[in-house]
């Protein structure tokens, strides 16, 4: 069977073509970009789709990455896979931007993927070495993520974000049939029910809110 994976949750675009009969990844990009992921993702898909030898209707099933991370990139993400599923009346299996980092390799005892949130918060979660999670996804403080680590064990900070509030946060190294290994066997989702996971309110939801709270007092 022929995947699709895809990463536009921050500014690292990360496409995957993969044949899953062998656990083999056809094709794959991953660039940093700055601010132009709208204007070359569809570039980077379609360049992925024609190295791989393949046309689009031989795509059978698509991973897509839900967030948490930068707003606008999820959305453009859960967008495009929403459309190609749609087209093509196939599932969409979705995936956290925080375990994807977390397939970086380690021999640290868990795996504490990071994405700047910015105002000292960060979304993060805790993983063991098997992309199990100790402690889910979450918008936190660094001040509480620090406090909540489980004591007695050793850590690998991931991050693609200058986060220099740890000793050492180290780079993402991402293995994105770690992520299909574990996730082949779900039925995965319709894609009419495919959306963002943020962890936080935009700040358009917030100011939203805040409005009502007010009108109710």
Do not use: Q
């Not at 022929?2 to 990844?25: A, K, M, P, Q, Y």
Request: proline fraction near 4%.
């Amino acid at each position: 069977m022929i995947s699709l994976f895809l990463d536009t949750s921050n500014f690292r675009l990360i496409v995957g073509v993969v044949d899953e009969s062998n656990n083999n990844i056809i094709t794959m990009h991953n660039e940093k970009l700055h601010g132009d992921l709208s204007t070359k993702v569809f570039e980077i898909i379609d360049l992925c789709i024609s190295n791989a030898n393949i046309k689009p209707t031989d795509i059978k099933k698509i991973y897509s990455v839900i967030g948490p991370g930068s707003f606008t990139g999820v959305r453009i993400g859960v967008t495009i896979a929403k459309t190609f599923a749609w087209a093509r009346n196939i599932k969409v299996i979705p995936v956290s931007s925080l375990e994807v980092l977390a397939t970086t390799e380690t021999d640290k005892d868990f795996i504490i993927p990071m994405i700047d949130a910015r105002r000292g918060c960060v979304y993060a979660g805790i993983y063991d070495k098997k992309l199990n999670p100790v402690i889910d996804d979450a918008y936190i403080s660094l001040e509480s993520l620090k406090n909540n680590l489980p004591s007695g064990a050793t850590y690998s900070f991931i991050s693609d974000d200058n986060i220099e509030y740890f000793d050492l946060v180290e780079e993402s190294n991402v293995d994105i049939i770690k992520i299909i290994n574990k996730h082949k066997n779900e039925e995965g989702v319709n894609p009419h029910h495919l959306n963002p996971e943020y962890l936080k309110m935009t700040e358009a939801e917030a100011n939203l809110l805040n409005k009502e709270n007010d009108s109710r007092d």
